[in-house]
């Protein structure tokens, strides 16, 4: 079983009075205790670093307990590294790994030293053409077909947009190495939301051996093995979390046995986690405000699926407690919902908790990755705000809730309009 971040009822009104509900709150306790955790798991590694998904929380007050312990950040768009940028990272701190990417963003990636990750091979010339091409690249590499552990199938590659076949990879090494790279990380990332210890090790050793192909064949030169993110949290609350510690020393014997026994002793590994390291650290805290008696039985929250939408969009479970009553019997069965004009606007179905009343704060627990930040304005709805309890007890506003003037930013005919 795991344990969940389960602010209590107290500490609920109290943020409640200076921001009210609905918020997302994180944990620095919880972000620094797994950050470290982490860490110690690879620790055997000399240059292992963790670059954590920005768009996972791109939220500088969370971000920023991950940089104090030595994280670099993991970047997509044009927006995260500028916000890397702003929160002081730069160089080999930052990992740019876009695809399909825009004009502009490998240049803005290259100013700040970033690595380069890139995810086909006809980025190769778009790169070239754009900003010439860097000392050192990262290649995205895709195996296809399905990822299995132990004969179940956790993803299919073959169905993603991702990365570069392996004859590609190989073309890409050539190439590059012709245009004068001198250094080649690998990246892949082959299953989402993964609690089997077996994810990462898997991963590694289809990198290592990649790795070591690419060397024999064409004595290129690999600095760094990119395991990326997809280390999944029990959502569920009968599921038990990965023993990361494990997962470390099955990457330490993938190492060992694929890479030292080769010769080959001194690869960085990196990873871009996400979910892993924030998810169970955040919870989003919404109030009870309507009750509602027809063919179900449904309570109204003041939150929506524009502050989490993994419900909606993936019909993703998300525990949920009413704070104060951790501890009675769940003898109701309910339909939490938002108030979007979308009927998949439902923070569970069905789902049996105890009697609830008007006022109570309902806890979404594991909110804190994926969470606010797939956020989104449908229906005229406003974000809401963040708020970090400090490992000391303080409890500081790290990102503000939206208002109308931020819905309205972007349309000219709402410039001069005075509102109610
Ligand atoms: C989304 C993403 C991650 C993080 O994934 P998690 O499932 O949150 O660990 C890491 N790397 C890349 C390239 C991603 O797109």
């Given at each position: 079983m795991s344990k969940k971040f389960s602010p209590d009822k107290r500490l609920l009104q109290k943020i409640d009075a200076l921001y009210p509900t609905p918020f997302h709150l994180y944990s620095e306790a919880e972000i620094r205790h797994r950050t470290q955790n982490l860490k110690a798991a690879f620790g055997w590694n000399e240059g292992y670093r963790e670059y954590y998904a920005v768009k996972a929380c791109p939220t500088p007050g969370v971000i920023r307990i991950m940089q104090n312990e030595g994280c670099g950040v993991d970047c997509a768009s044009l927006c995260e590294l500028m916000l890397a940028e702003a929160m002081g990272f730069r160089g080999d701190e930052i990992i740019f790994s876009s695809n399909e990417t825009p004009k502009g963003e490998f240049t803005y990636a290259r100013k700040l030293g970033a690595v380069i990750n890139i995810d086909d091979i006809t980025m190769v010339d778009f790169l070239e053409k754009e900003c010439g091409l860097p000392e050192q690249l990262c290649l995205r590499y895709n195996p296809g077909g399905d990822f299995r552990l132990n004969g179940s199938i956790m993803g299919k590659p073959g169905e993603a947009k991702y990365g570069m076949t392996r004859a590609q990879i190989f073309e890409a090494v050539r190439t590059c190495t012709y245009k004068g790279v001198k250094r080649f990380g690998l990246h892949a990332f082959l299953a989402s939301n993964n609690t089997n210890v077996e994810y990462y090790p898997t991963v590694a050793a289809e990198l290592m051996r990649l790795a070591l192909d690419l060397t024999q064949e064409t004595g290129c030169e690999i600095f760094m093995l990119d395991l990326s993110?997809?280390?999944?949290?029990?959502?569920?609350?009968?599921q038990a979390e990965v023993d990361i510690a494990l997962v470390g020393r099955k990457v330490k014997e993938a190492y060992d046995r694929y890479l030292v026994a080769n010769g080959i002793v001194n690869i960085k590994l990196c990873t871009e986690l996400g979910r892993y390291m924030t998810g169970p650290a955040g919870v989003l805290v919404t109030k009870a405000v309507h009750e509602k008696h027809i063919y179900k039985d449904y309570i109204g929250v003041d939150a929506c699926a524009a502050d989490l939408m993994r419900p909606a969009m993936y019909g993703a479970y998300h525990h949920i407690t009413v704070a104060g009553k951790?501890?009675?019997?769940?003898?109701k069965t309910y339909d939490v919902v938002g108030s979007l004009c979308e009927n998949n606007d439902k923070f569970a179905v069905d789902r049996q908790l105890p009697e609830i009343e008007m006022g109570d704060y309902l806890v979404i627990h594991?909110?804190?990755?994926h969470g606010r930040s797939m956020g989104y304005n449908y229906n005229g709805r406003l974000r809401c705000a963040e708020v970090l309890l400090k490992e000391n007890g303080e409890i500081e506003l790290i990102r503000r809730a939206e208002t109308p003037k931020d819905y309205f930013a972007t349309l000219d005919i709402c410039k001069d309009i005075k509102f109610q």
């Amino acid at each position: 079983m795991s344990k969940k971040f389960s602010p209590d009822k107290r500490l609920l009104q109290k943020i409640d009075a200076l921001y009210p509900t609905p918020f997302h709150l994180y944990s620095e306790a919880e972000i620094r205790h797994r950050t470290q955790n982490l860490k110690a798991a690879f620790g055997w590694n000399e240059g292992y670093r963790e670059y954590y998904a920005v768009k996972a929380c791109p939220t500088p007050g969370v971000i920023r307990i991950m940089q104090n312990e030595g994280c670099g950040v993991d970047c997509a768009s044009l927006c995260e590294l500028m916000l890397a940028e702003a929160m002081g990272f730069r160089g080999d701190e930052i990992i740019f790994s876009s695809n399909e990417t825009p004009k502009g963003e490998f240049t803005y990636a290259r100013k700040l030293g970033a690595v380069i990750n890139i995810d086909d091979i006809t980025m190769v010339d778009f790169l070239e053409k754009e900003c010439g091409l860097p000392e050192q690249l990262c290649l995205r590499y895709n195996p296809g077909g399905d990822f299995r552990l132990n004969g179940s199938i956790m993803g299919k590659p073959g169905e993603a947009k991702y990365g570069m076949t392996r004859a590609q990879i190989f073309e890409a090494v050539r190439t590059c190495t012709y245009k004068g790279v001198k250094r080649f990380g690998l990246h892949a990332f082959l299953a989402s939301n993964n609690t089997n210890v077996e994810y990462y090790p898997t991963v590694a050793a289809e990198l290592m051996r990649l790795a070591l192909d690419l060397t024999q064949e064409t004595g290129c030169e690999i600095f760094m093995l990119d395991l990326s993110g997809g280390i999944g949290i029990p959502y569920e609350p009968d599921q038990a979390e990965v023993d990361i510690a494990l997962v470390g020393r099955k990457v330490k014997e993938a190492y060992d046995r694929y890479l030292v026994a080769n010769g080959i002793v001194n690869i960085k590994l990196c990873t871009e986690l996400g979910r892993y390291m924030t998810g169970p650290a955040g919870v989003l805290v919404t109030k009870a405000v309507h009750e509602k008696h027809i063919y179900k039985d449904y309570i109204g929250v003041d939150a929506c699926a524009a502050d989490l939408m993994r419900p909606a969009m993936y019909g993703a479970y998300h525990h949920i407690t009413v704070a104060g009553k951790e501890d009675r019997p769940s003898n109701k069965t309910y339909d939490v919902v938002g108030s979007l004009c979308e009927n998949n606007d439902k923070f569970a179905v069905d789902r049996q908790l105890p009697e609830i009343e008007m006022g109570d704060y309902l806890v979404i627990h594991d909110a804190g990755a994926h969470g606010r930040s797939m956020g989104y304005n449908y229906n005229g709805r406003l974000r809401c705000a963040e708020v970090l309890l400090k490992e000391n007890g303080e409890i500081e506003l790290i990102r503000r809730a939206e208002t109308p003037k931020d819905y309205f930013a972007t349309l000219d005919i709402c410039k001069d309009i005075k509102f109610q």
